[in-house]
């Protein structure tokens, strides 16, 4: 893990890139940031997090960091001992986590904590989706309360585009940097369970955040087709995960009526 600061005096924000290390969109759209020379007003903190992985040109070393926490600083595994670290460095920080992704559309944003900090950054990224994955305990932002951003396709100049526009906007709406600022009120989608990818290859047919009918075909292969067995709205599907094609979820319309509490 490398982390550093820009701006004067003791930040309230941390940016995170890097978590996995094939995931680079994150460290490109920060380091566009610092050689536009842009003045920072006030201070933030900049973490590199899974440098080592990074540097090998892998998406993890020993187990996925995102799945690593709370970790312990004497595990054996390397990544176990990076989210220890990572969550004394952004103890009690506002967070944006920048992620890339396969699936479409995005960009998108994922929470758990509804914690005010939480809630707030989740008016700040000025994007229109937000997914509540608290289903998956073991993620980062479970533990250090920050805010996700899905950026993408993966390895593409247009994921670049969006995490640079995504982390402008988040340290504007805090007064980080200068700027027109913008919040909004993402449409919530809430985690309720994996849909499981059967052997083989196979192709998601629909469009993620757009509801599955009920008994509706959502994926295929050579093998046969699936079929929805309730209505859901698919999350995160694509053919990128080698267990699972995605997850469900459902519209929480409560937890967007308490986010907009914060728009203002």
């Known amino acids: 893990?490398?982390?550093?600061?820009?701006?004067?005096?003791?930040?309230?924000?941390?940016?995170?890139?890097?978590?996995?290390?094939?995931?680079?969109?994150?460290?490109?759209?920060?380091e566009n940031l610092i050689n536009s020379r842009t003045e920072f007003n006030k201070a933030v903190k900049f973490v590199?997090?899974?440098?080592?992985?990074?540097?090998?040109?892998?998406?993890?070393i020993?187990?996925?960091?995102?799945?690593?926490?709370?970790?312990?600083?004497?595990?054996?595994?390397?990544?176990?001992?990076?989210?220890?670290?990572m969550i004394e460095e952004l103890e009690d920080l506002k967070v944006l986590d920048?992620?890339?992704?396969?699936?479409?559309?995005?960009?998108?944003?994922?929470?758990?904590?509804k914690d005010e900090k939480v809630l707030e950054a989740l008016t700040e990224l000025n994007v229109s989706k937000a997914v509540e994955i608290s289903f998956t305990p073991d993620c980062g932002i479970n533990l250090y309360g920050g805010v996700e951003v899905e950026v993408g396709p993966r390895g593409t100049d247009e994921a670049v585009k969006q995490a640079e526009k995504v982390l402008r906007q988040f340290l504007v709406n805090n007064g980080v940097i200068e700027g027109e600022k913008n919040r909004n009120v993402p449409e919530v989608f809430e985690v309720t369970g994996e849909v499981d990818r059967p052997e083989g290859d196979w192709e998601f047919l629909g469009e993620n955040f757009v509801e599955i009918k009920k008994k509706e075909t959502f994926a295929q292969s050579d093998k046969g087709t699936l079929e929805a067995s309730e209505s859901f709205y698919p999350v995160l599907m694509s053919e990128s995960y080698s267990d699972i094609l995605g997850f469900k979820s459902v519209k929480n319309e409560k937890l967007t009526e308490l986010i907009q509490y914060y728009e203002c």
């Open 1 to 30: 893990m490398k982390a550093f600061q820009k701006g004067e005096g003791e930040p309230e924000l941390a940016v995170v890139y890097c978590t996995h290390g094939n995931e680079v969109e994150g460290k490109k759209a920060v």
């Open 48 to 60: 590199m997090a899974n440098e080592k992985a990074y540097e090998s040109g892998e998406r993890f």
């Open 62 to 85: 020993d187990s996925d960091l995102n799945r690593s926490f709370p970790g312990s600083k004497d595990s054996e595994l390397y990544e176990e001992r990076i989210a220890a670290e």
């Open 98 to 113: 920048i992620h890339s992704t396969e699936s479409r559309p995005t960009p998108f944003s994922l929470f758990t904590s």
